[in-house]
């Protein structure tokens, strides 16, 4: 045996990024074993096990010392199994059995079966930036997904018995494919707003609503297709830009809930069940993962039956909501999660449902009906952008199979927008700049929506509409905002450069409160 001590790079993850560590391993004589330091956690010090079995397994000597292991710096907390592969890396190299050319410019990361294999962990592509943005190569399983070997080097390994040949001649991740086709949705292929019959109205609200990045509330009695349509969304959303690509996959990735090959670029939709914890709706738990909120990042984040949600958890997603990120104060720290999500939310006007449905008599006490939709909280609403009445389509509608907008049709009509805010940005400057720039002339106030009304192009009589209607509404300030913005994108939608009075009134209509008075 050669050096007395060897160093080897890995990782761990805190929130979605990875921190590096170093892995520094001693040997010493006297009783044979590992000593693991440096406030390894308790899958950390299973590595013990997996790396003795893992090392015999692929025909290895397991030397008869102590091993000391410091993994430094010592005061960050290390979780997880990706120490697994360093490690037996390090002893390895120590005790001679591998060449130690090479381990100086790379980083490993992987979890070891007790037959030699090296399996992947969670948070790859973390790891792969952290290894980007250091300059060095990553070293990890050969089945890891979503690994993209632009702008970082990365080797592969299936068991430890192939660094017998130097770590020079390992090979380079296998291609991933992909697909672009924003028409199947993850988990649901196949679907298409022409299946949704007589709900035209709804599906108008969805597209403006997709155009602009709006929130929206749907309210209905049972089996309105207020499901159908919420699932439908992510096909006439445009698909995911390089930039959000590599955002989803890092959440996901982090969470340890890879995305399926193919559809990487068909924005998240992630719909939990309504009894859902705070925790697992914003993230937490030990270690620290990310809640549904940020695993619909630059996606739909669809609440069904909203008002069955418990209060604590709906009352959550407010500060998101605005702040577009996630900060969980821990212990240890803080950690930050990306939460960047279009809210699509269904409720029943009702506890029975049947509030406002001619075809049905609704049971429920005016005082029942209060404290179901009191649940929601008007904090909440005032954040949703758009509130729709979904309607109970007839039957000869549903039987008969009548023709409407189909997903082709809208996705027309959110490509034709967005290219017009395209347009007006690369014409007139970008909208928010300006509307910035104006916050910073009055002392770092948000300016009002007649304010930004004059940013969005809102022509004399449009401008009118919204002072009177915000009046007449006693419109806060947050509302008149997002009221301004529907505004502007169903102008988009309707391709006109200038905002009109017609636009500001259908926008106005969006601003109905739950239910049907």
Same mark, same amino acid.
């Given at each position: 045996?050669?050096?007395?001590? !060897?160093?080897?790079?890995?990782?761990?993850?805190?929130?979605?990024?990875?921190?590096?560590? %170093?892995?520094?391993?001693?040997?010493?004589?006297?009783?044979?074993?590992?000593?693991?330091?440096?406030?390894?956690?308790?899958?950390?010090?299973?590595?013990?096990?997996?790396?003795?079995?893992?090392?015999? *397994?692929?025909?290895?000597?397991?030397?008869?010392?102590?091993?000391?292991?410091?993994?430094?710096?010592?005061?960050?907390?290390? +979780?997880?199994?990706?120490?697994? &592969?360093?490690?037996?890396?390090?002893?390895?190299?120590?005790?001679?059995? #591998?060449?130690?050319?090479?381990?100086?410019?790379?980083?490993?990361?992987?979890?070891?079966?007790?037959?030699?294999?090296?399996?992947?962990?969670?948070?790859?592509?973390?790891?792969?930036?952290?290894?980007?943005?250091?300059?060095?190569?990553?070293?990890?399983?050969?089945?890891?997904?979503?690994?993209?070997?632009?702008?970082?080097?990365?080797?592969?390994?299936?068991?430890?018995?192939?660094? =017998?040949?130097?770590? /020079?001649?390992?090979?380079?991740?296998?291609?991933?494919?992909?697909?672009?086709?924003?028409?199947?949705?993850?988990?649901?292929?196949?679907?298409?707003?022409?299946?949704?019959?007589?709900?035209?109205?709804?599906?108008?609200?969805?597209? #403006?609503?997709?155009?602009?990045?709006?929130?929206?509330?749907?309210?209905?009695?049972?089996?309105?297709?207020?499901?159908?349509?919420?699932?439908?969304?992510?096909? #006439?959303?445009?698909?995911?830009?390089?930039?959000?690509?590599?955002?989803?996959?890092?959440?996901?990735?982090?969470?340890?809930?890879?995305?399926?090959?193919? &559809?990487?670029?068909?924005?998240?939709?992630?719909?939990?069940?309504?009894? #859902?914890?705070?925790?697992?709706?914003?993230?937490?738990?030990?270690?620290?993962?990310?809640?549904?909120?940020?695993?619909?990042?630059?996606?739909?984040?669809?609440?069904?039956?909203?008002?069955?949600?418990? +209060?604590?958890?709906?009352?959550?997603?407010?500060?998101?909501?605005?702040?577009?990120?996630?900060?969980?104060?821990?212990?240890?720290?803080?950690?930050?999660?990306?939460?960047?999500?279009?809210?699509?939310?269904? *409720?029943?006007?009702?506890?029975?449902?049947?509030?406002?449905?001619? $075809?049905?008599?609704?049971?429920?006490?005016?005082?029942?009906?209060?404290?179901?939709?009191?649940?929601?909280?008007?904090?909440?609403?005032?954040?949703?952008?758009?509130?729709?009445?979904?309607?109970?389509?007839?039957?000869?509608?549903?039987?008969? $199979?009548? !023709?409407?907008?189909?997903?082709?049709?809208? =996705?027309?009509?959110?490509?034709?927008?967005?290219?017009?805010?395209?347009?007006?940005?690369?014409?007139?400057?970008?909208?928010?700049?300006?509307?910035?720039?104006?916050?910073?002339? %009055?002392?770092? %106030?948000?300016?009002?929506?007649?304010?930004?009304?004059?940013?969005?192009?809102?022509?004399?009589?449009?401008?009118?509409?919204?002072?009177?209607?915000?009046?007449?509404?006693?419109?806060?300030?947050?509302?008149?905002?997002?009221?301004?913005?529907? /505004? =502007? +994108?169903? *102008?988009?939608?309707?391709?006109?450069?200038?905002?009109?009075?017609?636009?500001?009134?259908?926008?106005?209509?969006?601003?109905?409160?739950?239910?049907?008075?």
């Amino acid at each position: 045996m050669g050096a007395s001590t !060897v160093m080897v790079a890995s990782a761990c993850l805190r929130g979605v990024e990875a921190l590096p560590i %170093q892995v520094e391993i001693a040997v010493s004589s006297g009783l044979p074993g590992f000593s693991i330091v440096g406030l390894p956690g308790t899958g950390v010090m299973d590595a013990r096990y997996r790396v003795r079995c893992a090392i015999k *397994a692929c025909g290895y000597t397991m030397p008869r010392l102590h091993f000391t292991i410091n993994l430094a710096p010592a005061e960050i907390k290390k +979780t997880g199994t990706g120490f697994d &592969l360093p490690i037996a890396v390090g002893i390895l190299a120590l005790s001679g059995q #591998i060449p130690l050319e090479g381990l100086g410019d790379r980083i490993f990361v992987g979890e070891l079966g007790l037959a030699g294999e090296v399996c992947p962990t969670r948070g790859m592509v973390a790891y792969q930036m952290l290894a980007r943005r250091t300059g060095v190569t990553l070293v990890c399983s050969r089945d890891a997904s979503h690994l993209r070997a632009s702008g970082c080097e990365i080797q592969t390994l299936r068991s430890l018995g192939e660094l =017998r040949a130097g770590l /020079s001649n390992l090979p380079g991740p296998p291609p991933i494919v992909s697909s672009s086709d924003g028409m199947d949705v993850e988990g649901a292929k196949g679907l298409d707003f022409a299946d949704v019959y007589g709900q035209e109205g709804a599906k108008r609200a969805l597209a #403006i609503a997709a155009a602009g990045g709006h929130g929206l509330l749907m309210v209905g009695p049972p089996g309105s297709g207020k499901t159908m349509l919420a699932k439908r969304l992510p096909t #006439i959303m445009e698909p995911l830009k390089d930039e959000e690509l590599e955002e989803v996959l890092l959440v996901s990735s982090v969470a340890g809930q890879p995305r399926p090959s193919g &559809l990487e670029r068909v924005r998240p939709f992630r719909a939990p069940h309504h009894s #859902i914890s705070a925790g697992g709706l914003v993230g937490g738990g030990r270690p620290v993962i990310p809640g549904e909120i940020s695993l619909a990042h630059r996606g739909v984040l669809f609440l069904d039956e909203l008002p069955e949600f418990a +209060t604590n958890v709906l009352q959550a997603l407010r500060q998101p909501m605005e702040d577009h990120v996630v900060r969980l104060v821990r212990v240890d720290g803080v950690y930050t999660f990306p939460c960047d999500f279009q809210l699509i939310a269904a *409720a029943n006007p009702c506890p029975c449902g049947h509030l406002g449905d001619p $075809g049905h008599t609704c049971t429920c006490s005016a005082a029942r009906i209060s404290q179901y939709q009191g649940r929601i909280g008007g904090p909440l609403m005032d954040r949703i952008d758009m509130h729709i009445d979904v309607r109970r389509p007839s039957s000869d509608l549903v039987i008969n $199979g009548a !023709v409407g907008m189909s997903s082709t049709d809208m =996705r027309g009509l959110v490509q034709g927008a967005h290219d017009l805010r395209d347009w007006r940005e690369r014409t007139w400057g970008s909208d928010v700049a300006r509307a910035a720039d104006r916050a910073a002339d %009055q002392g770092g %106030q948000v300016p009002s929506g007649v304010a930004l009304a004059d940013e969005l192009h809102f022509d004399p009589g449009a401008r009118s509409c919204l002072e009177g209607v915000s009046k007449r509404m006693a419109l806060g300030a947050r509302a008149i905002v997002k009221m301004t913005k529907v /505004s =502007r +994108t169903i *102008a988009d939608v309707e391709q006109s450069q200038n905002v009109t009075r017609d636009h500001v009134l259908e926008a106005c209509s969006y601003r109905n409160r739950l239910g049907v008075k």
